[in-house]
């Protein structure tokens, strides 16, 4: 989909600035860390896979993960997805109010390589549990077992553009229908990382496509 971007990046020197904006374009790097508490069972059958959409259109899928409630994804399974930010469309009030955030004991995050190991669930984490933006201005991250939508997390184009890396865990929204129902206790959460891509990381995702 980057195929253009990437070879005109490989071409000459004077795309060296380390944040990648391109005709007004601005280009963001998500890892799709993982998901807790997609199911109450014990045993569970569910293949949960995220599907990425910015503005309502999708840009990227993960694989499933196999009988999993609390599912990983890695490199291997495209946790890594490249999204486009229209650069005149940051709203001035996002909707969302102010996240809880646990002090970290690392402030030298690796953030800054495109591929890095998932952190263990101690690692120390912001944790947002915000009311949805509106789907105009935001990136939505829907979690499917098969055809059966599990879930969905928002995140404004605001937040994403303020994030620098760190592993952020958001509110999963059940469906109406379950959300609405006496005897739903879904209380799941998705971690996830954004920054601002590299040149580097361009460069890389091209090669792994």
């Known amino acids: 989909m980057f195929d253009w971007l990437v070879r005109l990046l490989e ?30 069972k014990a045993k569970t059958h569910i293949d949960p896979y995220c599907v990425v959409k910015v503005r309502q259109k999708e840009v990227h899928r993960t694989k499933a993960i196999q009988d999993d409630g609390n599912p990983i994804w890695t490199v291997k399974t495209n946790s890594l997805c490249l999204l486009e930010i229209p650069d005149g469309s940051i709203s001035s009030k996002s909707g969302t109010t102010a996240a809880t955030t646990t002090s970290s004991n690392n402030d030298d995050d690796d953030s800054d390589t495109a591929v ?14 915000v009311s949805p933006p509106g789907a105009e201005d935001s990136v939505t991250i829907e979690i499917y077992h098969g055809m059966r939508l599990l879930g969905t997390a928002t995140v404004s184009f605001d937040q994403v553009l303020q994030a620098v890396g760190d592993r952020v865990e958001y509110a999963i929204q059940p469906p109406p ?11 799941a959460v998705l971690a996830l990382r954004f920054r601002k891509a590299t040149r580097d990381d361009l460069i890389f995702l091209g090669k792994i496509k």
């Not at 004077?14 to 199911?39: D, N, P, Q």
């Not at 890095?116 to 549990?129: D, F, H």
């Not at 229908?177 to 209380?187: A, C, E, F, L, T």
């Open 116 to 129: 890095e190991s998932t952190k263990e669930a101690s690692e120390s984490t912001a944790v947002a549990l």
């Open 11 to 40: 071409q000459g020197d004077k795309h060296k600035e380390k944040t990648v904006t391109l005709e007004e374009r601005l280009f963001v790097l998500l890892e799709i860390v993982g998901a807790m508490g997609l199911s109450n």
């Open 177 to 187: 229908k379950v959300s609405n129902s006496n005897n739903s206790n879904m209380k």
